[in-house]
């Protein structure tokens, strides 16, 4: 299984990006998927993730702001990302599991920036 992100850069505070993460096989097949991130000398964090139930769990930091849809045609799921903050600065990472086994993608990096 892999999964391939994209659709990171840079923007202005204020404005908004899109990533996408592309996967190798139909994205219903995972228990969960979502996104973390990992901003400049620090953790990894979550910042989104969609259960098996289809509930949208998201960071408290990005409430409001970042949205999560699917297009099981595609086997993509996106993030929509409004209203970024320098603090959204980060390498982004798409996740999925399927129980047990886990799956990351690679990072895309998102720099917020004037």
């Known amino acids: 299984v892999q999964l391939q992100a994209s659709g990171g850069g840079l923007v202005q505070p204020g404005g908004s990006l899109r990533p996408s993460c592309a996967a190798s096989?139909?994205?219903?097949?995972?228990?969960?998927m979502g996104w973390y991130r990992q901003p400049p000398g620090r953790g990894r964090e979550l910042v989104a993730l969609t259960t098996s139930d289809g509930t949208t769990n998201f960071a408290d930091s990005v409430k409001g702001r970042f949205t999560v849809s699917g297009d099981d045609a595609k086997n993509t799921v996106y993030l929509q990302m409004n209203s970024l903050k320098p603090g959204d600065t980060a390498d982004y990472f798409c996740?999925?599991?399927?129980?047990?086994?886990?799956?990351w993608g690679q990072g895309t990096l998102v720099t917020v920036s004037s």
């Open positions: 096989i139909r994205i219903d097949s995972f228990n969960n």
């Open positions: 996740y999925a599991d399927q129980g047990r086994r886990v799956y």
